[in-house]
């Protein structure tokens, strides 16, 4: 029933975030100062009010655009003015209303309002509707139960439609638009279908909601038991002191590493795991398991580092006391030391690969270089490395796993900052367990080795501060990307003047410590070092000749012990001189005069016995069909003899001696050009067709390739078809061509210090190898005579007698 007339005027209200509907009362504060001179207004006026919502609650003086065109119009049933001018309003819904047009808005809102009418009449659609609006309605409340009893007895009550509309919406907590829509709707069929949808909508959201809160209330009870238990558990070993409230250890590693200076990933990480620490059983595996991974990042050096030693005369002098010569490497550290004085922050650890035979002092250079610089130095050796895994570690979710190598040796060293040697860096290999050498790539990339990333760890570690220094016999086993991210100095074999000053300088004062005769005086001369050089050892290092001063160093010591002069500091008491397998013994007798010998040439015989490689002339014995080419092998140069005959046949060319598929094409190039120059040389016609041609070279069991033995088996062939001999103490390298040029080869120093050693007094190279003598030491250079060639003919012509040339 209307208690408006249908076009009324009154003054408007505007709400924030809220909507009055008909049959509510409600209460809300007005202090807008045109909403007070509204109510003034229609307190005035019979206590009528139209109240519409705000479409932004922001808008603090909204215009015509901004204020919803639906709205309620209301009955003033108390005032409450306050003392800071607000006033208190209670209302109630009377009638909904549709803004006509707005009178007024500049001191007060006042519109003219079209009162929509309520519908009561009712019929079976309707009625179904009104059910169907209940049962969601009793569906949203009982999720809800927030709705008092006494307003749902009054909705189930409700009579019309609208009336069951307006009650539920007054009621329930729907969203601002959605009520506004509910209030604007005037077909009530519409109205009830749009509240029954809401009501299902809303209530399947509520029944989500109760679903998440208790699955995240049983949660927090799971946690709090669980936080009662390890409170429960600290008292009980608190009581029986087997703990000083950290049963887990948590609290000791959480103080280590706060001194560590973690990164920021890393301490993010560790504060992760010692939670999770703190709330497991002390005795569970996987407490053992995150215990052991959080003790790896705390014992890992994050930010220690030491200071590098800035002087260069001191570091040039410990260099130089602990290797002779080796200029390159030791002007190469220079420079970084240098470097580093000026650029103290950003220098990055440079990637130094020592390639040279065995023996040479590859591996001690490492120790050196750590001396020098003060700094730590930790080596790990990588031959016969398969597993990557020994490089980047397992994960930890294996059972006994564990970091790599590379942060094992982090850990021993203690500093981020050592000399890391990779020894062996050649022997890797890889197999099903993956590839080492591609491991190795991200920690030997300048680059890249700042985020080095281990598997075990799962945090980035910081390798830019380590100088990583790579030994390897041979740069042709390295693969090339791993060789490219490294700088390569090569450190070739020693010649006898080097490896004499070496014995003399290094290794026989080792060997006299090593063997407790500091104490005597020990001497040895030059014409000894010289012969055990030359007849107990034929390498490029010093290493068997270290064994062998050490087996006469042995010999010395025995025969000190047999005269009874044992030092009194080195004796026990009561114990014999000598041991019971000397029974010819003295008994100990005072050192009045020091113990001294003198080793001698002949006196080295009697110590080492019979000569390993007695002295020969390797050329004394010419024969044709005979030539002393050079090879280049891992373990240094050395020499390659060439055997060539000439047999009854049908031009057969036969090839042995357990070469390589190489050497093999440079046998077959060197006959193919011998038979197209023939006319250039002293060659029978058809030598090559009438007989088979049969080409060896010794030592078969050892497999032997490459191109630079190319002249030498074409001087070999040549003086098997002219019968002439190479000029005596004449040795040969290069690579031929099928047109006749001779092309450099590689390893020209150790090639020729095997000749050096072998008494060659010529050696024979291609013109593009003249730089590479210049490189070769002074004594070997004044000893030997160096021949260069463009064209096989030229070095042929150059090592055979004149008579070799046609017609002569």
């Known amino acids: 029933?209307?208690?408006?007339?249908?076009?009324?005027?009154?003054?408007?209200?505007?709400?924030?975030?809220?909507?009055?509907?008909?049959?509510?009362?409600?209460?809300?504060?007005?202090?807008?100062?045109?909403?007070?001179?509204?109510?003034?207004?229609?307190?005035?006026?019979?206590?009528?009010?139209?109240?519409?919502?705000?479409?932004?609650?922001?808008?603090?003086?909204?215009?015509?655009?901004?204020?919803?065109?639906?709205?309620?119009?209301?009955?003033?049933?108390?005032?409450l003015k306050l003392p800071d001018g607000t006033i208190r309003l209670l209302v109630e819904g009377a009638e909904r209303a549709n803004i006509v047009r707005f009178l007024d808005t500049r001191e007060t809102y006042r519109v003219q309002v079209r009162t929509i009418a309520e519908v009561r009449e009712s019929d079976p659609e309707i009625a179904a509707l009104m059910r169907s609006v209940l049962t969601q309605f009793d569906r949203y409340n009982g999720v809800q139960k927030k709705i008092p009893q006494e307003i749902v007895a009054g909705i189930e009550k409700a009579e019309s439609p609208d009336e069951l509309v307006n009650l539920i919406c007054s009621n329930a907590a729907f969203k601002l638009e959605r009520k506004v829509e509910l209030l604007a709707q005037v077909d009530p069929r519409q109205r009830l279908e749009s509240l029954a949808t809401l009501l299902s909508e809303e209530a399947q959201i509520l029944e989500y909601e109760d679903k998440i809160n208790a699955k995240v209330r049983k949660r927090l009870e799971r946690v709090q038991k669980e936080y009662f238990l390890q409170e429960q558990l600290k008292e009980i070993h608190r009581e029986l002191g087997t703990d000083k409230d950290d049963p887990s250890g948590a609290r000791e590693l959480e103080e280590r590493l706060r001194a560590k200076g973690l990164s920021e990933e890393a301490r993010s990480k560790c504060e992760r795991e010692l939670k999770r620490l703190a709330r497991m059983q002390p005795l569970s595996p996987e407490s053992a398991v995150l215990r052991t991974y959080v003790e790896w990042i705390a014992d890992l050096p994050w930010s220690e580092r030491t200071e590098d030693n800035a002087d260069l005369a001191h570091a040039r002098a410990i260099l130089d006391e602990d290797h002779y010569d080796l200029k390159k490497v030791k002007e190469r550290v220079l420079d970084f030391i240098a470097v580093r004085l000026l650029n103290q922050d950003r220098l990055k650890g440079p990637i130094l690969c020592f390639v040279g035979p065995p023996g040479t002092g590859k591996t001690s250079l490492g120790k050196s270089v750590a001396r020098a610089l003060g700094r730590r130095f930790v080596r790990l050796s990588l031959g016969g490395v398969k597993d990557e895994a020994e490089i980047r570690g397992h994960r930890k979710t294996y059972v006994g796993a564990l970091p790599g190598k590379i942060l094992q040796s982090m850990k021993k060293a203690g500093t981020r900052n050592p000399v890391f040697l990779l020894d062996e860096v050649d022997k890797m290999s890889s197999d099903f367990r993956g590839d080492p050498a591609s491991a190795l790539l991200e920690v030997l990339d300048p680059e890249q080795n700042s985020t080095f990333m281990d598997h075990y760890l799962e945090v980035q570690y910081d390798l830019s501060d380590v100088l990583f220094i790579t030994t390897a016999n041979s740069a042709h086993n390295i693969p090339h990307p791993l060789r490219d991210r490294m700088e390569v100095i090569q450190i070739p074999g020693y010649t006898e003047f080097e490896k004499a000053r070496i014995a003399e300088a290094f290794l026989i004062p080792k060997q006299v410590r090593e063997n407790g005769l500091g104490w005597a005086d020990i001497r040895f001369r030059r014409s000894a070092v010289l012969k055990i050089i030359r007849n107990?050892?034929?390498?490029?290092?010093?290493?068997?000749?270290?064994?062998?001063?050490?087996?006469?160093?042995?010999?010395?010591?025995?025969?000190?012990?047999?005269?009874?002069?044992?030092?009194?500091?080195?004796?026990?008491?009561?114990?014999?001189?000598?041991?019971?397998?000397?029974?010819?013994?003295?008994?100990?007798?005072?050192?009045?005069?020091?113990?001294?010998?003198?080793?001698?040439?002949?006196?080295?015989?009697?110590?080492?016995?019979?000569?390993?490689?007695?002295?020969?002339?390797?050329?004394?014995?010419?024969?044709?069909?005979?030539?002393?080419?050079?090879?280049?092998?891992?373990?240094?140069?050395?020499?390659?003899?060439?055997?060539?005959?000439?047999?009854?046949?049908?031009?057969?060319?036969?090839?042995?001696?357990?070469?390589?598929?190489?050497?093999?094409?440079?046998?077959?190039?060197?006959?193919?050009?011998?038979?197209?120059?023939?006319?250039?040389?002293?060659?029978?016609?058809?030598?090559?067709?009438?007989?088979?041609?049969?080409?060896?070279?010794?030592?078969?069991?050892i497999p032997k390739d490459g191109p630079s033995a190319g002249l030498s088996i074409t001087a070999a062939l040549l003086s098997a078809a002219s019968g002439l001999t190479v000029h005596p103490g004449h040795t040969m390298t290069g690579e031929i061509t099928l047109t006749g040029r001779l092309l450099p080869v590689g390893g020209v120093k150790e090639k020729v210090l095997a000749a050096h050693r072998s008494r060659f007094t010529h050696v024979l190279l291609p013109e593009d190898n003249r730089q590479d003598v210049e490189e070769l030491p002074r004594e070997v250079r004044a000893t030997m005579r160096f021949l260069f060639a463009e064209s096989i003919q030229e070095a042929l012509f150059a090592v055979f007698p004149p008579e070799l040339r046609s017609g002569s």
């Open 1 to 79: 029933m209307k208690v408006f007339p249908n076009r009324t005027e009154l003054c408007l209200i505007p709400l924030r975030d809220m909507v009055v509907f008909p049959h509510m009362v409600v209460p809300f504060f007005v202090g807008r100062r045109r909403s007070i001179r509204a109510v003034e207004e229609a307190l005035a006026r019979g206590k009528l009010l139209f109240l519409a919502a705000q479409k932004r609650d922001t808008e603090e003086e909204p215009e015509e655009q901004d204020i919803h065109p639906v709205g309620t119009v209301a009955k003033i049933l108390q005032t």
């Open 536 to 701: 107990y050892t034929m390498e490029s290092g010093v290493r068997s000749l270290e064994r062998q001063i050490a087996m006469v160093m042995r010999k010395i010591a025995r025969r000190a012990v047999r005269k009874g002069l044992v030092p009194p500091s080195l004796r026990k008491q009561g114990d014999p001189c000598v041991s019971e397998a000397e029974p010819a013994a003295p008994a100990c007798v005072s050192m009045a005069e020091p113990f001294r010998v003198v080793v001698t040439a002949r006196r080295v015989s009697a110590f080492l016995g019979r000569e390993t490689f007695p002295e020969k002339n390797p050329f004394s014995q010419a024969k044709p069909g005979l030539v002393h080419g050079l090879a280049w092998t891992e373990t240094g140069g050395t020499l390659l003899p060439v055997e060539a005959a000439l047999l009854e046949g049908s031009g057969e060319l036969i090839l042995t001696g357990n070469l390589g598929e190489v050497m093999k094409e440079s046998a077959q190039t060197a006959l193919s050009f011998l038979r197209a120059n023939a006319g250039l040389f002293r060659i029978p016609q058809g030598f090559a067709r009438e007989r088979d041609i049969h080409v060896h070279v010794p030592e078969g069991s």
